[in-house]
């Protein structure tokens, strides 16, 4: 069966609002694609030259610039490592740099089929397959989806229909005594690192990623991408019943985080709603609409290093975990301010409590309209027995062990004077 189009066709550039520096190559030489999904950590640079001069070919370098998996590196930091690499590393005649806007779809073998297909379709007669090309790694129990070296096994099945040769990539491991890079699990004194332990262990701890790892331009891009946890953005939702105490506990914790030099925002509820949520009343989809704006601004703060401290009542579960994903979970810390209604009743600031009694006002929360608990909130606050000074404090150790503050301004002062 065949299929054909009329008209004009129109390429989307996908949001790619940049180009790269042209570079040049050899247009009639065999080109080998290599599926970039992930920044180069382990420096493959030797292999890869050894494999171009076997086939006398060039590197198509494909930085692939859509969704791969939560956690993983963005695409502008992956690409200024492709860059570096390409630049510093090989010959500018034989490597092209080139974007392909994709999202990763984590299909294994059939992926790499279709990764081969899109390579041919762009000049390639070699694609360069890892072992576990395209995995989405093990299942609930541990045991992987995909068989290793499956997708190489599958793309050279179908190779000559392609046109295009598999260069089997395999899994590397650094031997300390050689000083080379070997197959995986060759000999005692090969070591490795997996991308969780470079993020775990290294960037999140401000460690140095080992020389033996990574060329050190890409060293410097990649712990430039993952701060020290105390530079980054972190979100602190207070949610509560309305007298319960957040404002006034938000407000001493701003106080206290500017003290230790950290960048802070106050969203506080009342506030929002005279300006990003005017005009918004109290029914259940308008309060969920103004959590998801000061959530979205609290996603952005975050994303930018800094600190976004957040005071609503925010009455419904489901809203407060979609602020959750929104800003991502690792750094968001939900603060679940527990004070009894008849304490938050006598309180009553506003005089919303004394207001609703008398039938002068509806849909108050704790009333008549429900307030859904959290069920794993990271710190719950008593404000009874407890001050705000004091639950403000609880709240600055949490974020010190989380790794969110360094030493208190307290102990700096001791140190410098």
């Keep these: 069966m065949s299929h054909t189009t009329q008209g004009t066709l129109l390429l989307d550039r996908l949001g790619i609002a940049y180009t790269l520096h042209p570079y040049e190559y050899d247009p009639e030489a065999p080109r080998i694609g290599l599926h970039a999904a992930e920044s180069l950590g382990v420096d493959p640079s030797q292999t890869f030259k050894t494999l171009m001069a076997e086939v006398d070919g060039n590197l198509l370098l494909h930085a692939v610039v859509g969704m791969t998996k939560p956690g993983d ?86 190779s000559d229909e392609l046109g295009v040769g598999v260069i089997r990539f395999q899994e590397l491991s650094y031997n300390r005594k050689t000083r080379r890079y070997q197959e995986a699990g060759e000999g005692a004194d090969s070591i490795s690192l997996s991308g969780t332990e470079v993020r775990e262990r290294y960037l999140k701890e401000g460690r140095p990623l080992p020389d033996w790892f990574t060329r050190p331009e890409v060293a410097r891009i990649l712990e430039e991408t993952y701060p020290l946890l105390s530079r980054r953005g972190v979100c602190i939702w207070f949610t509560g019943l309305s007298g319960a105490g957040k404002s006034k506990t938000a407000e001493i914790l701003t106080g206290m985080l500017l003290e230790h030099g950290r960048r802070v925002t106050l969203l506080d509820g009342d506030v929002v709603r005279t300006h990003l949520s005017k005009g918004l009343r109290f029914s259940k989809e308008d309060r969920d609409t103004n959590i998801r ?22 009455p419904y579960r489901a809203a407060r975990n979609d602020v959750r994903n929104m800003v991502g979970a690792e750094q968001f810390i939900e603060v679940f301010v527990d004070t009894p209604l008849e304490v938050c009743e006598r309180r009553d600031p506003k005089g919303i409590y004394a207001k609703a009694r008398r039938g002068e006002i509806h849909n108050v929360t704790g009333l008549d309209d429900p307030y859904e608990a959290p069920e794993n909130a990271e710190l719950t606050l008593e404000t009874v027995s407890c001050s705000a000074e004091q639950n403000a404090r609880l709240i600055i150790e949490v974020l010190r062990t989380a790794g969110f503050l360094t030493q208190s301004h307290e102990a700096v002062r001791e140190n410098t004077a």
């Design 293 to 314: 704006r000061i959530g979205f601004v609290a996603s952005e703060i975050v994303r930018h290093g800094g600190v976004a401290i957040c005071a609503a009542v925010s």
């Design 73 to 158: 590196v963005d695409y502008f930091a992956r690409v200024r490592t492709y860059q570096v690499m390409a630049e510093r590393y090989y010959d500018p005649n034989r490597v092209l740099l080139a974007l392909l806007p994709l999202a990763m779809r984590f299909a294994g073998p059939r992926e790499a089929l279709w990764h081969a297909l899109i390579r041919r379709n762009h000049g390639a007669n070699y694609l360069i397959v890892g072992r576990d090309h395209a995995s989405p790694g093990a299942d609930s129990s541990g045991k992987p989806f995909y068989e290793p070296y499956e997708a190489q096994n599958l793309v050279e099945r179908f």
